[in-house]
Structures are given as structure tokens and as C-alpha cells.
């Protein structure tokens, strides 16, 4: 059987957190990392390979994250080693029992991964599928965002492309930029996995089924929207359907929810699972996920 390669680019960050007496617990964080991480462990070492794409420096804490991803058995090889650069970090801290998180992005490495166009040239060559979010895009300045974009419409059309918005306004110049810089990968992306909430303040969106259909109408040939503890709204035979999300009781941690989601999503349906069992496949991780602390789950 041949090895398929899945391929996340985007950026990953030091994570600081639980620092109310004044102890910091370091971790590795990164919405593309997460989906990445937890589609290799929904996956089979003989059946797929997965690869991470970005930037990092040359410093100990970059060493870390580079050893982070590959002892969770991903391929380093995409990610570049820029001398100059650093990682990017963010601290979480809870104040009234929400967490409220500080970032520290604006020089990160992960800023400069499109610079070299030929290295994410030669990380995507040999892709079955890519995975990116808006994250990936908000991140990068305007014509390196334009040249990642050419570098995905030249790929091959049995190559998938795979796209979380994500929608992070603060990352954003401003609206127009965020909106038209969406909708340009949306039109070349495969399958799309929006959360409603984010597509509702951005796009006015009234339903989750309006957008559902805006992303049809540019092309999207899958369209999944999550939508918190709603039912997931999904296309079908090019109209909507909806799955009723499980309760969940236990709440402990929200954190990387949709990345989970996604993750187990992707694995079902390249699977050959049907949508709504793929849907419920990335239910059932979330849910595992919310129900503990952070982002991430040990394979098991």
C-alpha cells in the first residue's frame, strides 16, 4: 500500500500558562499543530505519514519544539531553521474563571515560512493532503499570504486541499482583507470546516446553513460547520443537512476543540467514512478533548 502524506502548515507557539502563584507551565501550542497531532494518532503509521510545515530559529526553545513534534511522530523536514528568528509565545491567564490569553507573535519565525517559496514548494510536492487555517494566512504579510495562495492553486488536482477559517480578527488589517483573503483559499479548497460563530460576525451570516451555501457557491465541494453544542450543519447531495451534536456535562477545558474535531473528521472521511459518520467520529474526539486539560490527548 502506498504511503499518503498529510501536510499541516501554519505556526506554532511556547505556551505559558497556570502562572497564579507565580509557577509557569511551558507546553508547545498551535491550531494547525493540534489537528496534525491528533490526526496522527487517529491514523496508521503504515497508512499515513504526516508532516508539519513552518518556521522556527535556531535557539533551545525552537530545538524543543522541533524534538515536541517529531517525538509525537511527525515529520520535521518542512519545518525551516531561520537563524535570526524566534518562536512566537503567549501566556494564559485566568482571571474570574475564564482564561484570558497575552500573545507575543509579532517578530514570530513562523511570519517568515512563505519567504523561501521554494522550501513550501518542496513540502507540498509529494501531499495527498494539505491542511491550513486562517491562522496560517492572518499571520503573514500581504504578498507572502498571495504567494502561498498561488503556491496551493498550482497543486495537483488529486492533491486535497483542507481549510479551517478560523477567524481571528485581531490578526487581521482589517475585514476587507480578512474576508477576500478567505474566500480566495475557500475557492480552492476541497473541504472546508468554518465554526458558525466566527462566519456569523465576519460574513453576517444569519444561519449556519447561509454559510453552508456561500461556501458552495464558491466551489467548496464539502462544507462541515461546527457550531459549538448546536447540531453540525453539513452539505449533502448539494443541499444542507444537520447532525445533532451529544451533550457533553463535563466541561473542562475548551481548548482545541474545532482542531480535534477536524482532525478526527479528516482521518474518517479519508477513510472512506461517509460525512455524517466522519462528523460523528470528530464529535467523539472533541468531546474526549473539552473533558480534559489542553489541547492535546496521548495516543492511547
Same mark, same amino acid.
Given at each position: %500500500?502506498?504511503?499518503?502524506?498529510?501536510?499541516?502548515?501554519?505556526?506554532?507557539?511556547?505556551e %505559558?500558562?497556570?502562572?497564579?502563584?507565580?509557577?509557569?507551565? %511551558?507546553?508547545i501550542a498551535?491550531?494547525?499543530?493540534?489537528?496534525?497531532?491528533?490526526?496522527?494518532?487517529?491514523?496508521? #503509521?503504515?497508512?499515513?505519514?504526516?508532516r508539519?510545515?513552518?518556521?522556527?530559529?535556531?535557539?533551545?526553545?525552537?530545538?524543543?519544539i522541533?524534538?515536541?513534534?517529531?517525538?509525537?511522530?511527525?515529520?520535521?523536514?518542512?519545518?525551516?531553521?531561520?537563524p535570526?528568528?524566534?518562536?512566537?509565545?503567549?501566556?494564559?491567564?485566568?482571571?474570574?474563571?475564564? *482564561?484570558?490569553?497575552?500573545?507575543? *507573535? /509579532?517578530?514570530?519565525?513562523?511570519?517568515?515560512?512563505?519567504?523561501?517559496?521554494? %522550501?513550501?514548494?518542496?513540502?507540498? *510536492?509529494?501531499? #495527498?493532503?494539505?491542511?491550513?487555517s486562517?491562522?496560517?494566512?492572518?499571520?503573514l504579510?500581504?504578498?507572502?499570504?498571495?504567494?502561498?495562495?498561488?503556491?496551493?492553486r498550482?497543486?495537483?488536482?488529486e492533491?486535497?486541499?483542507?481549510?479551517d477559517? !478560523?477567524?481571528?480578527?485581531?490578526?487581521?488589517?482589517?475585514?476587507?482583507?480578512?474576508?477576500?483573503?478567505?474566500?480566495?483559499?475557500?475557492?480552492?479548497?476541497?473541504?472546508i470546516?468554518?465554526?458558525?460563530?466566527d462566519?456569523?460576525?465576519l460574513?453576517?451570516?444569519?444561519?449556519?446553513?447561509?454559510?453552508?451555501m456561500?461556501?458552495?457557491?464558491l466551489?467548496?465541494?464539502e462544507?462541515?460547520?461546527?457550531?459549538?453544542k448546536?447540531?453540525?450543519?453539513f452539505l449533502k447531495?448539494?443541499?444542507?443537512?444537520?447532525? /445533532?451534536?451529544p451533550?457533553?456535562? !463535563?466541561?473542562?477545558?475548551?481548548?482545541?476543540?474545532?482542531?480535534?474535531?477536524?482532525?478526527?473528521f479528516?482521518?474518517?472521511?479519508?477513510?472512506?467514512? /461517509?460525512?455524517?459518520?466522519?462528523? *460523528?467520529?470528530?464529535?467523539?474526539?472533541?468531546?474526549?478533548v473539552?473533558?480534559?486539560?489542553?489541547?492535546?490527548?496521548?495516543?492511547?
Amino acid at each position: %500500500m502506498t504511503l499518503k502524506r498529510f501536510v499541516a502548515v501554519g505556526e506554532c507557539m511556547i505556551e %505559558m500558562s497556570g502562572g497564579t502563584d507565580g509557577h509557569w507551565k %511551558m507546553g508547545i501550542a498551535g491550531d494547525t499543530l493540534n489537528t496534525a497531532w491528533h490526526f496522527r494518532n487517529a491514523t496508521n #503509521d503504515r497508512d499515513w505519514q504526516v508532516r508539519y510545515a513552518t518556521a522556527l530559529g535556531v535557539d533551545r526553545y525552537s530545538d524543543q519544539i522541533s524534538k515536541f513534534i517529531s517525538d509525537a511522530r511527525i515529520d520535521v523536514s518542512a519545518i525551516q531553521r531561520l537563524p535570526r528568528e524566534r518562536p512566537g509565545l503567549y501566556l494564559i491567564d485566568q482571571e474570574n474563571g475564564d *482564561r484570558v490569553f497575552t500573545y507575543w *507573535r /509579532e517578530n514570530s519565525a513562523a511570519r517568515k515560512m512563505v519567504d523561501d517559496i521554494s %522550501m513550501l514548494t518542496a513540502a507540498f *510536492r509529494d501531499a #495527498d493532503v494539505i491542511y491550513l487555517s486562517g491562522i496560517t494566512l492572518a499571520i503573514l504579510c500581504e504578498d507572502r499570504r498571495a504567494a502561498l495562495i498561488d503556491v496551493l492553486r498550482q497543486q495537483p488536482t488529486e492533491t486535497q486541499i483542507t481549510f479551517d477559517p !478560523n477567524i481571528r480578527p485581531a490578526l487581521w488589517e482589517d475585514q476587507q482583507v480578512c474576508k477576500k483573503a478567505l474566500s480566495e483559499v475557500a475557492a480552492i479548497t476541497d473541504v472546508i470546516l468554518p465554526s458558525f460563530d466566527d462566519e456569523a460576525a465576519l460574513f453576517e451570516d444569519r444561519t449556519p446553513e447561509e454559510t453552508v451555501m456561500r461556501y458552495r457557491d464558491l466551489g467548496v465541494a464539502e462544507v462541515v460547520v461546527k457550531n459549538g453544542k448546536e447540531p453540525c450543519t453539513f452539505l449533502k447531495d448539494g443541499h444542507t443537512a444537520c447532525l /445533532e451534536t451529544p451533550p457533553v456535562s !463535563n466541561v473542562v477545558d475548551a481548548t482545541g476543540a474545532g482542531d480535534s474535531f477536524n482532525a478526527a473528521f479528516l482521518a474518517a472521511r479519508f477513510d472512506g467514512k /461517509e460525512t455524517a459518520d466522519a462528523i *460523528r467520529h470528530g464529535q467523539a474526539l472533541s468531546t474526549r478533548v473539552i473533558q480534559t486539560h489542553g489541547a492535546l490527548l496521548t495516543r492511547e
